[in-house]
């Protein structure tokens, strides 16, 4: 079975500094690769994805994630954090199923705390 | 354009009541899952379906059951509950590409304390 580590629970960046946070997984093949962040109360939004093709991503907010096959790792980053940034990151894989979905398998989460 | 609706977003059970939560999508999605989330525990899979009359458990189904008459809705029943299932919980659906596992959309969540 897929699992996802988020090593770090808790990370606290100033506002204006750059961020990455860390994510790796453990599936037997090429996997599907997720950031999402979830607001305190709201639900989770995507934030990027991989599934195959170049291995830096980009996504909305301007966040970007680079998947390391070598590593098994997918860090998302981001050059220059805002305030707004303050949220819980999830990193979440999924597999390729041949049958049907089975759904996605989420890290623990990290927070983050953005200083002024 | 709604997406995924639940509710209700907050609800306060006594030990061995039953409730439901409800979840609706108006996206055509045939993928909808239930999960919850805990603290220091990220989310967790409860029950998916991938079509109507069609569920399967996930990772944590124990006290759980769920039905899927129609495509848009996907109802989540607490036969008896348990101070154990206090936690925040989450629908999320998504539209199946062949057999590929596409991107999920969430809910806002629903609140259940059981006391």
């Known amino acids: 079975a897929q699992s996802v580590t988020q090593p770090d629970i808790h990370i606290t960046v100033s506002e204006g500094a750059s961020l990455e946070l860390r994510c790796n997984y453990s599936y037997g093949a090429t996997p599907y690769l997720f950031w999402y962040v979830q607001s305190p109360g709201q639900g989770l939004q995507l934030l990027l994805k991989?599934?195959?093709?170049?291995?830096l991503v980009q996504g909305i907010k301007g966040f970007e994630a680079e998947f390391k096959r070598s590593q098994s790792s997918f860090n998302l980053r981001k050059p220059s954090v805002h305030w707004s940034d303050a949220a819980e990151y999830f990193c979440?894989?999924?597999?390729?199923?041949?049958?049907?979905?089975?759904?996605?398998?989420f890290g623990k989460g990290t927070h983050l705390i953005i200083q002024p | 354009n709604a997406g995924v609706t639940q509710t209700p977003k907050f609800q306060v059970l006594k030990t061995g009541q039953s409730m439901t939560l409800q979840c609706a999508q108006d996206?055509?999605?045939?993928?909808m899952s239930w999960y919850r989330q805990d603290p220091g525990m990220g989310l967790r899979l409860i029950h998916y379906s991938v079509g109507a009359g069609i569920t399967d458990q996930g990772e944590v189904p124990n006290g759980y059951n769920v039905s899927r008459s129609t495509t848009e809705d996907f109802p989540l029943r607490l036969l008896s509950a348990a101070p154990s299932q206090t936690s925040v919980y989450f629908c999320a659906s998504n539209r199946l590409q062949g057999a590929t596992t596409g991107e999920l959309f969430f809910g806002e969540g629903s609140r259940l304390t059981v006391l």
């Open positions: 991989y599934f195959s093709g170049d291995t």
């Open positions: 979440a894989v999924g597999v390729r199923s041949g049958g049907g979905a089975d759904g996605l398998t």
């Open positions: 996206m055509n999605h045939e993928y």
